[in-house]
């Protein structure tokens, strides 16, 4: 008898529990629509905002053709004397907002504030024509500088025109370079800072709290919530501090409320992930959990940064926002619907798990495995029926399962994601890419370690929803000679290319091509001499000799980690270090971040105090790419070889070949052209502007050659002369002194004006103008 | 092993090109670059003088000589050291020669350490035998900036407010070898208002630029030897003296250079006081000049009175340094073709031959341009001014 009420009561409970699934079924359905809807309500908010595209008028050339240049420059020039430089700059960036345009232009001569200014002078005359700028940068540090330009390009406005500009310009970061949270910020990782700050601040935990009181969040989301969105951030220019004062004061969470904020911009300014790859933020992690290596969405747009790294990108007139879109996938992905076999949850995890065990067994192999993705789609859809269409939604699928799940720290499901992100990609791309699995690595041939690479071949696919969508993108940067190489990789058109040099009123730069030891055994890295003891012994002298000429600090730059070991090592067999130590304190740059900026710091104390010190660092190495040797911190850079890359890689082999296939250019042009660009991006960190000076050996025969030379970019190029080809150390010796004598002098403003400083009537004059257009190097 | 073998021979000495600091001009001949040259360094010193500022007229000032590894180097000839050594026994009688009432003192700083050569004193004679005995010093080790500079300041600190207290180092490292922050005591140099000038052998080091910048000095780098000379010569000029320095009164005795024959019955031999510390110099003198308030001897001058106090001078001392009170202005410089009227030197008779006449401001006179040299570096006030004021 018992036994009925019992069952009875089971099926109700099932039901019970079927009726709450249905009622959270329908919850979070409802959710979703919710913030599809914000999200569609938000693009089209910008695309109503900003898409005033971008014609630049007749008028306004004819002006610049009579040589009368548009409001704020008079005002700008009245005041601050123009670079030489800098007006060129101007007038090549005019022709550039018809287009797209590659400036070449050393560091430190006003590319940013040249371009900002041309911008908000243009902003000014024809508000309606253009409304927004973005300014891509690199580095955190980078992004503030560009604000401090701009802040001081706003101060000189409100100066000259005495009221207050209507002006809003923010940079942009990272939750984790925001947060003003006092738990969530001192988080040290940015992946453990956008997970917690998503538990706090996620929709469905959200109206969770309506229920249960006990859930925490954050304030000031919740502040800017309530209050932000309807009272617009005032005028002014926010660097991320600022911002995030702002939101102290307020009590409104910075991050958020510059995301909001940058609807109504006139300029934002971050970093170019953001713009490359928006999904950057979710995938930090590239270490799988099964010990999986693999390389693909990140991995690719990192190996496109490293291609354009140093590129600021310059972005004018927008359509839509990237920050909120998807840039890589096609918008067919996104609008069609998901297909019927990973609808459901169920199926979907199976499906998981069967890529995975596919991933698994592709990567139990002995030998290098090189294939495209239809072949790698066809072999999958063999061994374990998966068809090309799922794996398209993969990554849309995850992504909606995680969020109907409620799962609040993303972070723990980052192998997850990674892998169905690759799975996406591969489906989704069948040209430009390639999939390498190698067992092992060359180094270790006896251990296997399987890595699976999916690498881009075609930098073009990242960078053209880019070039797509914005009306004008200037590239430019200190380093970017051979110009004609970049349409060509990155494959557009632009209107304008053109190379600067620096007009000096000295000259602070003096590269020096070493080739010989005083014993004149010619010194090269060349893949034969390398181990030569001699080679090895010069380079030494040249270091030990340097560093008893040289003041404060000297960067010396290898090809790699392991040529550096090697080299160090014999050094110290021969005593040779021991000598340089006489004269300057030694750091080493390692692999480890930590302790290469505890060097970094350290090296950085001893140049301030006297004491002298050297760098040694890897050419394409932290130090070579983002860190500057100001003055002191740089008077010389060594640069011991020639940067090729390591070229029995895979990845590269197969990346040369797609480029000599689609882009007709031969592997010898490529791999001279990124050495010398890398050769010539180490050196350039010790000149950052016209009252620095620094020496810059290449201490390589090979640099003597004018295949090689040629590559440089011109304001380097121009100051080589035949003197200063192929020296002896002795030779360099004497040269540096001499230079490093003259530098010391004494050097005012004034001898500068009318050589590389112009005042307003020397800008106007006709002669001046026909001069400017003659320095501009035209590709 | 260690130790390079000394290159003695000249051949086996740096490699130069020399040939690079001549130009030719159309005519392929090299004089008019040489000329020019040597017509630049003249002037230069002269332009450089700035106009009527009120400079110090008693300074302290310690030297401090590197005597570093680097000076050994051979680029200044003989070598670092023995030109140096050279130039500065020539500062030293010119810095007493402009600033009679002043006093100098000189450190050598070598192996991490600072030692003091001379004390301060007004004295160039002592100087100038300690730094011909440094000719034979080793130079060996790294330099200290901060001790030599502490040893310095601990020196200068006490010297009276209305005087300047400076200190000029000559620094041929790139290094320097200091036992604690440096830039606390610059903080504390500048506090104590110890101006610090820096002439460097090499090249430009960060921590001087900083030191100078922020003490108030001047940091030059020299070009070659005569750039040097003429560096070195900047700083016999007394520095400009700041506002902030006190004014006071000082009492200075003017004592009588007394003369005694030995025939005289009454004169007895003495001690100079001066020479009371230390165990070399004169013995017993018979004349000399003895201090109006204690009456103790010396048997030169300036000095300060080891008994009590009084700076004794002589009127001559004090008009030679008044000059600085009141310096003469910079000449207008003007093309020979552009000059109309008489074509010789008011100076020195001769005629006008080359390309820049210089006249008198005030009096609008002309002068050539050794006699603008003379009238600007020796005479400092303008003759035909002079002759035309009653």
């Not at chain 1, 005028?235 to 991050?255: E, H, M, S, T, V």
């Not at chain 2, 003007?334 to 005030?362: A, M, T, W």
Request: charged letters at 25%; glycine letters at 6%; a neutral charge.
């Amino acid at each position: 008898m018992s036994v009925y009420p019992k069952q009875y009561a089971g099926v109700n409970i099932v039901e019970e529990q079927r009726a709450k699934w249905e009622k959270k079924r329908i919850r979070t359905a409802k959710e979703l629509i919710e913030t599809e809807r914000r999200y569609f309500e938000q693009l089209e908010l910008v695309s109503v905002n900003a898409a005033k595209a971008l014609t630049v008028s007749r008028r306004f050339l004819g002006n610049l053709e009579h040589g009368e240049f548009g409001l704020g420059f008079e005002n700008l020039s009245s005041h601050l004397h123009f670079y030489k430089i800098y007006a060129d700059n101007m007038e090549n960036a005019f022709k550039v907002l018809q287009g797209h345009g590659v400036l070449e232009m050393p560091s430190g001569t006003g590319k940013t504030i040249s371009l900002l200014s041309l911008i908000v002078a243009y902003q000014k005359a024809y508000p309606l024509d253009v409304t927004k700028l973005i300014y891509c940068s690199r580095t955190v540090p980078e992004i503030e500088k560009v604000v401090e330009e701009l802040k001081k390009l706003m101060e000189f406005y409100e100066k000259m025109t005495g009221e207050k500009q209507n002006f809003l310009a923010l940079a942009l970061s990272s939750r984790k370079n925001l947060c003003v949270h006092p738990e969530v910020s001192s988080l040290r990782f940015g992946k453990d800072v956008d997970g917690k700050c998503h538990s706090m601040t996620a929709s469905y935990i959200r109206s969770r709290k309506q229920q249960n009181p006990g859930v925490q969040l954050c304030r000031f989301y919740e502040e800017f919530e309530a209050l932000g969105r309807q009272v617009p951030l005032t005028a002014g220019i926010f660097n991320l501090d600022d911002l995030k004062a702002f939101g102290r004061q307020k009590g409104w969470c910075p991050y958020f409320l510059a995301r909001y904020s940058i609807l109504h911009a006139n300029i934002v300014i971050y970093s170019y992930h953001y713009l490359l790859d928006p999904k950057i933020a979710d995938l930090v992690s590239k270490e799988l959990a099964k010990k999986i290596k693999e390389t693909d969405a990140a991995k690719l747009r990192e190996e496109y940064s490293q291609l354009v790294q140093g590129l600021k990108e310059a972005n004018v007139a927008r359509e839509t926002d990237v920050y909120l879109s998807n840039p890589v996938l096609p918008d067919e992905i996104l609008q069609e619907a998901v297909p019927g076999s990973i609808r459901t949850a169920e199926h979907f995890v199976g499906f998981l798990k069967r890529l995975l065990e596919y991933l698994k067994s592709r990567l139990r192999i002995q030998h290098v495995v090189q294939e495209s993705p239809p072949q790698f789609l066809k072999d999958i859809y063999e061994k374990v029926c998966i068809d090309r269409k799922p794996l398209r939604f993969c990554s849309e699928r995850l992504r909606s399962l995680l969020r109907t799940l409620e799962i609040a720290d993303i972070a723990d499901f980052s192998a997850v994601t990674l892998i169905s992100n690759f799975a996406t990609l591969v489906s989704t791309y069948s040209k430009g890419f390639t999939i390498i699995i190698e067992p092992f690595e060359d180094k270790t041939p006896t251990i296997a370690n399987p890595v699976l690479h999916f690498s881009c071949m075609d930098s073009s696919i990242a960078i053209k929803p880019v070039f797509e969508r914005f009306q004008s993108v200037v590239i430019t940067s200190g380093t970017l000679s051979p110009l004609d190489i970049y349409p060509k990789i990155l494959d557009f058109h632009p209107v304008t290319m053109a190379s600067f040099t620096m007009t000096l009123a000295r000259t602070c730069l003096c590269p020096l091509i070493v080739g010989r030891g005083n014993d004149q055994v010619a010194i090269s890295s060349k893949f034969e001499t390398r181990e030569d003891i001699a080679v090895i012994r010069n380079y030494g002298n040249l270091l030990s000799e340097m560093s008893a000429i040289v003041p404060d600090g000297i960067v010396a730059f290898f090809t790699s980690y392991q040529y550096m070991e090697n080299i160090v090592a014999s050094w110290y067999e021969q005593g040779i270090l021991e000598n340089i130590q006489r004269n300057k304190l030694i750091f080493i740059e390692t692999q480890d971040a930590a302790e290469t900026s505890m060097a970094l710091e350290k090296y950085q104390e001893a140049c301030e105090n006297g004491r002298g010190a050297i760098l040694l660092s890897v050419a394409r190495g932290k130090v070579s790419e983002g860190i500057d040797f100001v003055h002191h911190f740089g008077r010389a850079v060594i640069m011991f070889g020639v940067p090729y890359v390591y070229t029995q890689s895979r990845i590269l082999k197969a990346r040369l070949e797609y480029l000599r296939d689609q882009f007709q250019i031969r592997e010898n042009d490529f791999l001279t052209f990124d050495a010398m660009r890398h050769a010539a991006q180490c050196v350039g960190r010790v000149i950052r502007g016209k009252t620095d000076y620094g020496l810059m050996i290449f201490a390589d025969k090979r640099y003597s050659r004018s295949d090689k030379r040629g590559k440089l970019p011109r304001w380097i190029q121009e100051h080589i002369s035949d003197g200063s080809l192929n020296l002896t150390i002795d030779e360099t010796v004497q040269l540096s002194k001499h230079f490093l004598r003259e530098m010391a002098q004494p050097f005012r403003k004034e001898d500068q004006l009318g050589l590389s400083l112009l005042t307003l009537e020397q800008l106007q004059s006709e002669e001046m103008l026909k001069k400017i257009t003659q320095i501009a190097h035209q590709v | 092993m260690d130790e390079e073998p000394e290159r003695a021979k000249r051949w086996e000495g740096e490699f130069e090109r020399t040939w690079e600091l001549l130009v030719e001009d159309e005519s392929g001949s090299l004089k008019p670059s040489v000329e020019d040259i040597l017509f630049k360094a003249k002037r230069k010193r002269v332009i450089e003088s700035q106009g009527q500022i009120r400079l110090g007229m008693m300074r302290h000032m310690y030297i401090v000589l590197d005597a570093s590894r680097t000076m050994e180097d051979q680029d200044l000839k003989p070598n670092r050291l023995t030109s140096t050594l050279k130039l500065l026994e020539f500062f030293v009688e010119e810095y007493f020669d402009q600033n009679p009432i002043s006093q100098l003192g000189i450190i050598a700083t070598k192996n991490k350490r600072a030692e003091k050569l001379t004390d301060l004193a007004g004295n160039p004679k002592k100087h100038i035998e300690a730094l011909k005995r440094a000719v034979d010093t080793t130079c060996s080790g790294e330099p200290s900036l901060y001790n030599s500079l502490s040893l310095a300041m601990q020196n200068l600190k006490h010297m009276p407010g209305h005087t300047s207290r400076e200190v000029l180092v000559i620094f041929s490292s790139l290094t320097t070898c200091d036992p604690a922050n440096i830039y606390d005591l610059i903080k504390t140099l500048k506090s104590t208002k110890i101006r610090v000038s820096i002439i460097g052998l090499s090249a430009e080091v960060r921590v001087c630029t900083v030191l100078a910048r922020e003490t108030g000095g001047t940091y030059h780098v020299i070009l070659d030897e005569s750039h040097f000379k003429e560096l070195l010569m900047y700083h016999v000029k007394p520095p400009p003296a700041s506002s902030s320095s006190e004014c006071s009164l000082i009492r200075m005795g003017f004592p009588q250079h007394t003369l005694v024959s030995i025939s005289d019955q009454d004169s007895k031999p003495s001690f100079s006081m001066a020479h009371l510390d230390s165990t070399v110099g004169p013995g017993l003198t018979l004349g000399g000049y003895y201090c109006p308030q204690c009456k103790a001897k010396y048997s030169e001058l300036p000095v300060e009175c080891k008994v009590c106090g009084l700076t004794l001078v002589s009127a001559p001392h004090l008009a030679r340094s008044f000059h600085h009170l009141f310096p003469l202005d910079a000449f207008k410089e003007i093309p020979l073709e552009e000059h109309q009227g008489e074509r010789f030197c008011e100076g020195c008779q001769g005629d006008l031959k080359e390309q820049n006449v210089y006249i008198c401001p005030s009096c609008e006179s002309v002068f050539c341009m050794e006699c603008d040299l003379f009238i600007h570096d020796t005479l400092h006030c303008c003759p035909s001014c002079v002759h035309s004021q009653p």
